[in-house]
């Protein structure tokens, strides 16, 4: 069904059309290597019965399985456009009976950002495989209080029976047949209260937070194997009212467990099973940025007694508490973490005797000197630091947003915890016990977790092969794509970078943008004449303060800069005049330079396409995109003037008259990134890639200007929601692609099978440029309809039917989406990274 739209003359030619038969090129997929994670890890799960065998879960990155040398390996890669809120991990749980079985329970948003229902991923080898069943509500894997938890367990004693305690009203729901089915339990006596926002109108701080986590009393069974575990704990998101609930009976019938302080929302309950005692962190917000006050508490089982053991108080206590650990060996050892102490770092609280006494990991000695009982190590990741030692500098080392904390069940020296940006831990713990040098080495020990979300990238003719602009994390220099960088950008460093561009002409000239309209964080463009090596701000270049984000396209030469800011609108500046409003180009117009004629630069907007002749001063409508109401990327012939490709909600459409006519290409129905690289023979057509629509959501490259296209991701490879994802090809390496994802970090992916022979023709229909009359029509397909043998195909792709910018993190485009289809400038995944 195609909606009655308002056209400009859409004259289709008569050129025959074949059908575009697609085939598949073998590629080989790996991360560029940033290293240290990158992006919220919300906690770290060791099995209890297998030495050595863990899982991270991340928020909007997918699960990883450890690995015996400290290094991850990912397991959700296979999500695809259609499967992209697999990425969204909420609860794992990992049998202690069968270490086989791992239970991950998946999805992005509970609100509209996320149109489709929850899952619990089922695996019976530990992660390499998954069969999903699917719930009947969503989960919310990026959600406030992602880090409580967990929320999903395998009952110890008898590991059919799972529990999962649901967000928004949907309470606690039970599985006896190892998660393939799942039914609620009905006198379950609370489904939460706890809304951080009531007034947000999105859904997603004004839904209830649900039930934070499921612990068995694995003690409580005294030995019956295969016998239902009897006492089961539930913290529920409750502030006020009774929030810790116990069965008995192995759930037949639950009640709040007595003398309970419900003041704050309990974020996990941990059992020590030598101790007969679970240990609750409490926090006054569901997290995970916030908390200005906590508490930790230990419940006696045996006695049914509460102790107050928090261990810091009065003025020493501004924040809640995330993360508890029990050493499964040393009966009394507790760790518990701060969960945000955002000044001068984030702190962690080690006991050995029950809670009763506590030592931090750092402490103030002579302001502004902090006494710190570790030694940093960001080898892994030397860019995560800050990497000085003495004074609290206004850096964080230790972290924030610390939901996870686990102490090898098998190892009392090896530990982990999850922080906004990275995981951090070591093999040394048991040093933090010696009185005399109280000495740990903090480790990042996030190698192979790779979760930025990805805002731009460029592959310039000369110089470092990709340089990149990230959420949270600014972006990098990438000398070498499998070793971490040494640095992030600096001077100036933007908490996160939205785009960059490179001049043509020129190309060792890169221009980003920054995200902060705070003025205090500085001019928020920055030119680099070095390849990004060393930048210089922009204040001499005419920006203004509070003006940030959004897309940037520097001139061929490099001296004109235009800027399609977040909330002010697009923008141009030639040297280092301020930034002017380009009035002649509507505001959510798509932007590109031209990358030989410094003059030139292009826009589009709807199906109308746009050209300056003079610096961006002024635009002109030219041609038409067919009956495209979305543009996503206008990208330009690295060394011909004029020769433009345009992706858009109908498809892929290529001009080389300077935009004065398109062809639309044939058999691609819908394209998001798209980038040019280096041609297969010298002086031939540049590769084009595209995330697109041929047939099937996919990635595809041509040869030979859009007739033949293969597709070059493959069942194991899906990198998410591809609206999500920017595209760069290597202008010198044929067929290299780089694809930055929303949470999966950059991957870089070469030809590694033989290139299919081209299977058939096909010539493209055209499109007639805009200077004939406006007429009504309804819209036909832009495309002819493809055969594919070869696709692994995804149900056809009905364009979105709602408008506007999508939240930081939302879904922007993809199958079945009907949300906002602008992504927002920012998604990112962590946020708040302090700024250096
Ligand atoms: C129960 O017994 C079976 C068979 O002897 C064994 O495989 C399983 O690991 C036992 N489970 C527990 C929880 O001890
Ligand atoms: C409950 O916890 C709050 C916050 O820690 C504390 O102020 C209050 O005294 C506690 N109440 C009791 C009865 O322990
Ligand atoms: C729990 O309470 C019982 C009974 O008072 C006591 O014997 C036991 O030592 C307590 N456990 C801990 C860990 O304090
Ligand atoms: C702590 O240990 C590290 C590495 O083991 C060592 O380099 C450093 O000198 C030690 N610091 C102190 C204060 O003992
Ligand atoms: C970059 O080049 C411009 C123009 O040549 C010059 O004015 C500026 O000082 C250079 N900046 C740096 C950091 O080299
Ligand atoms: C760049 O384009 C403008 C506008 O079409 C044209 O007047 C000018 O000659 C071109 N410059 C070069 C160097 O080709
Ligand atoms: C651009 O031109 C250069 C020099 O002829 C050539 O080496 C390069 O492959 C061309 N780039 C593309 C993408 O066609």
Redesign the pocket.
């Known amino acids: 069904m195609f909606r009655s739209t308002v056209l400009t003359a859409l004259s289709v030619s008569a050129a025959v059309t074949f059908v575009a038969a697609v085939s598949s090129q073998t590629y080989t997929w790996k991360n560029v290597k940033i290293g240290g994670g990158g992006g919220f890890v919300p906690n770290i799960v060791f099995n209890p019965s297998q030495k050595g065998l863990a899982f991270a879960r991340t928020d909007i990155g997918g699960a990883y399985k450890l690995n015996s040398d400290d290094s991850w390996t990912p397991l959700l890669d296979f999500a695809d456009d259609a499967r992209w809120d697999y990425w969204g991990t909420d609860a794992i749980a990992t049998d202690p009976v069968d270490p086989n079985r791992l239970y991950l329970a998946t999805g992005m948003y509970t609100n509209s950002w996320d149109p489709s229902n929850g899952n619990i991923l089922i695996s019976t080898d530990q992660g390499k495989t998954f069969t999903p069943s699917p719930l009947p509500f969503k989960v919310g894997g990026n959600m406030p209080g992602r880090g409580m938890g967990e929320r999903l367990a395998v009952d110890p004693n008898s590991n059919n029976i799972l529990y999962f305690g649901a967000r928004s009203g949907h309470g606690l729901w039970k599985s006896t047949n190892f998660g393939a089915t799942w039914t609620q339990v009905q006198n379950f006596p609370s489904v939460g209260t706890y809304v951080p926002d009531p007034t947000d109108t999105t859904g997603y701080n004004n839904d209830i937070q649900g039930l934070a986590w499921v612990t068995f009393d694995s003690t409580s069974a005294s030995g019956k194997n295969g016998t239902a575990t009897p006492r089961i704990f539930v913290g529920v998101a409750n502030k006020g009212t009774d929030n810790i609930f116990v069965s008995n009976d192995a759930g037949s019938t639950w009640a709040a467990v007595a003398g309970q302080n419900n003041t704050f929302l309990p974020h996990k309950g941990v059992l ?1 099973a030598a ?3 679970l240990y609750i962190s409490y926090s006054d917000g569901s997290g995970p940025y916030d908390g200005t006050a906590g508490s930790v508490w ?1 419940y ?4 049914g ?1 509460w ?1 107050d053991v928090t261990p810091v108080s009065g003025s020493d206590l501004y924040f809640g508490f995330g993360g508890v650990a029990v050493d499964a060996q040393r009966p ?1 050892t507790v760790m518990v973490a701060a969960l945000n102490s955002w000044w001068p770092d984030g702190q962690i609280f080690r006991s050995v005797d ?1 809670g009763t006494t506590w030592t931090a990991l750092w402490a103030w000695g002579n302001y502004p000197t902090l006494y710190k009982y570790y030694t940093y190590d960001d080898t892994l990741a030397p860019w995560i630091g800050p990497d000085d030692t003495n004074t609290d500098a206004g850096t964080l080392q230790i972290g924030w947003m610390m939901e996870g904390l686990s102490i090898d069940p098998f190892d009392s020296n090896h530990w982990l915890y999850g922080t906004g940006e990275t995981i951090y831990g070591g093999h040394d713990l048991l040093k933090w016990d010696t009185t005399t040098s109280r000495n740990i080495t903090l480790k990042s020990l996030a190698d192979g977790i790779e979760e930025t979300s990805v805002q731009g990238l460029i592959s310039p003719p000369t110089g470092p092969p990709l340089i990149s602009a990230i959420g949270d994390v600014d972006g990098f220099v990438h000398n070498d794509l499998d070793t971490p960088p040494a640095v992030s950008f600096s001077n100036p460093s933007y908490s996160s970078s939205s785009d960059i561009d490179y001049a043509g002409n020129s190309p060792t000239t890169i221009v980003r943008v920054g995200t902060s309209t705070d003025g205090s964080q500085g001019k928020q463009v920055a030119i680099s004449n070095d390849s990004g090596a060393t930048w210089y701000e922009s204040q001499d270049y005419g920006a203004a303060d509070d003006v940030a984000g959004g897309k940037i396209a520097v001139s061929a030469n490099g001296d004109t800069i235009l800027w399609k800011t977040s909330g002010s609108g697009t923008l141009v500046s030639q040297y280092t005049n301020a930034f002017t409003a380009v009035a002649s180009l509507p505001t959510t117009a798509v932007i590109a330079s031209d990358k030989k004629n410094n003059s030139i630069f292009y826009g589009a907007d709807g199906s109308t396409f746009y050209v300056s002749t003079d610096g961006a001063k002024t635009f002109s409508k030219a041609g038409t995109l067919g009956s495209s109401t979305s543009p996503f990327r206008v990208i330009v012939h690295p060394n011909v003037t004029g020769d433009i490709w345009v992706s858009t909600d109908k498809g892929l459409f290529h001009s080389t008259d300077t935009g004065a006519t398109f062809a639309a290409i044939s058999g691609v129905s819908q394209a998001w990134s798209i980038a040019l690289g280096a041609p297969k023979t010298a002086g031939g057509y540049p590769a084009i890639f595209a995330a697109a629509n041929i047939g099937g959501v996919g990635y595809f490259r041509s040869d030979d200007a859009g007739v033949n296209w293969v597709q070059i991701n493959d069942a194991a490879h899906g990198f998410g929601s591809a609206s999500a994802n920017v595209l760069a090809a290597d202008l010198r390496t044929y067929g290299r692609v780089y694809i930055g994802t929303n949470g999966r970090g950059i991957f870089y992916g070469d030809a590694s099978g033989a290139d299919p022979a081209p299977t058939a023709t096909a010539s493209s229909t055209t499109v007639a440029p805009t200077t004939t009359s406006t007429v009504k029509s309804t819209a036909t397909p832009s495309t002819t309809s493809v055969v594919s043998t070869t696709i692994s195909a995804t149900s056809s792709a009905p364009s979105s039917t709602a408008t506007g910018t999508a939240q930081l993190y939302g879904q922007c485009g993809g199958i079945g989406w009907t949300g906002p289809t602008v992504c927002a400038s920012a998604s990112c995944s962590s946020c708040l990274r302090d700024t250096d």
């Open positions: 020590s101790e007969n005692s230990k006696n089982i045996t006695a007694t102790k009394g029950g």
